[in-house]
């Protein structure tokens, strides 16, 4: 037999009525069924708790001794009890998400400006990475949550990626300088003589774009390369070239034009990843929740569709 904590609680119930009857009371039991409780614990300590002392009890020396173990038990029960409903109920905890530099420009902040308004106690910790990165962090721990640009070939079979949103890629120029072309939309093609911005390598947008005007018949010649996101759209603000980029990260650059590619365009899916058998904690679940729905209902960017 085992010393519970039920059988504790009726123990210090006893010590501070020093009364069977009255702790029952305040207990909200029968007087018979505390008294089997304490007889219980008796038998499974080996020695008497209590003893009767002109119509009250008195702690015998095993009693003596119990008293502030069991004091401290029931102490640490109770804030072990009380941290968990806290993290339960989202009243703290912490979340562990990731996201491209693209996404932590353009919807990241609006979902954690929801989710903060929601759930202020809730710690957040973003990590912006390339979508390699970000899949080596989730696979090591370090993240609970990321939003990457889905691979073609998948990723891997440890993690689980849900598509969330799909998005076109645009060509981003200087809206005080003319066009990258007259017309409505540009074809690919028409990039083969115009410099381009282009990102450093290992980021997620220069394989893209190298691999398209590869398919296209040519290769991009470069203004500048190097830079990640925001480096990339300075660029292009200061008239250095132009830049394949999401229509996303254009929606506050109004020193920047976006012109659409003609068909069949290039698009990318972004899928919401975390570890296959892992289960997410509270806060974690809560912000995907929060993610989902601010995709479902809030207002996207020209070019972004939910999935």
């Known amino acids: 037999m085992e010393v519970q904590l039920q059988q504790l609680r009726y123990f210090l119930a006893v010590v501070e009525t020093r009364h069977f009857t009255q702790a029952a009371d305040v207990l909200g039991v029968s ?7 304490i007889h219980t614990l008796e038998t499974t300590l080996g020695a008497p708790l209590f003893e009767r002392v ?28 009380d941290a968990v409903q806290e993290i339960v109920g989202l009243r703290r905890g912490r979340v562990r998400v990731g996201a491209t530099p693209s996404l932590c420009s353009s919807l990241v902040p609006a979902v954690l400006h929801r989710f903060r308004a929601e759930h202020p ?3 957040l910790h973003v990590n912006e990475g390339s979508s390699q990165d970000l899949i080596a962090d989730l696979l090591a721990r370090d993240l609970d949550l990321a939003l990457i640009v889905q691979p073609e070939q998948g990723v891997d079979a440890a993690l689980h990626a849900a598509p969330v949103l799909r998005e076109s890629l645009v060509v ?12 409505r939309e540009l074809a690919l093609t028409d990039l ?4 381009l911005v282009m990102f450093r390598p290992g980021y997620d947008l220069r394989d893209v774009t190298l691999e398209a005007c590869r398919r296209a018949g040519f290769l991009p010649r470069f203004a500048v390369e190097g830079g990640e996101m925001d480096a990339v759209l300075a660029f292009v603000e200061a008239g250095l070239g132009v830049a394949l980029v999401p229509s996303m990260v254009l929606a506050n650059r109004p020193l920047l034009r976006a012109t659409p590619l003609a068909p069949p365009g290039m698009r990318r899916t972004i899928a919401l990843a975390h ?4 289960v997410l904690p509270h806060a974690a679940e809560a912000l995907r929740a929060t993610l989902l729905d601010h995709i479902a209902t809030g207002e996207l960017p020209l070019g972004v569709q939910p999935l």
């Open 275 to 278: 570890r296959r058998r892992a």
């Open 121 to 123: 106690d809730i710690a």
């Open 31 to 37: 007087q018979p069924t505390l008294s089997k409780q």
């Open 172 to 183: 981003a120029s200087v809206a005080s300088g003319p066009p990258p072309t007259v017309f």
């Open 54 to 81: 002109r119509g009250a009890v008195a702690l015998t020396a095993a009693g003596e001794t119990l008293l502030p173990l069991a004091r401290r038990m029931i102490a640490d029960a109770d804030t072990a009890r």
């Open 192 to 195: 083969r003589d115009t410099p």
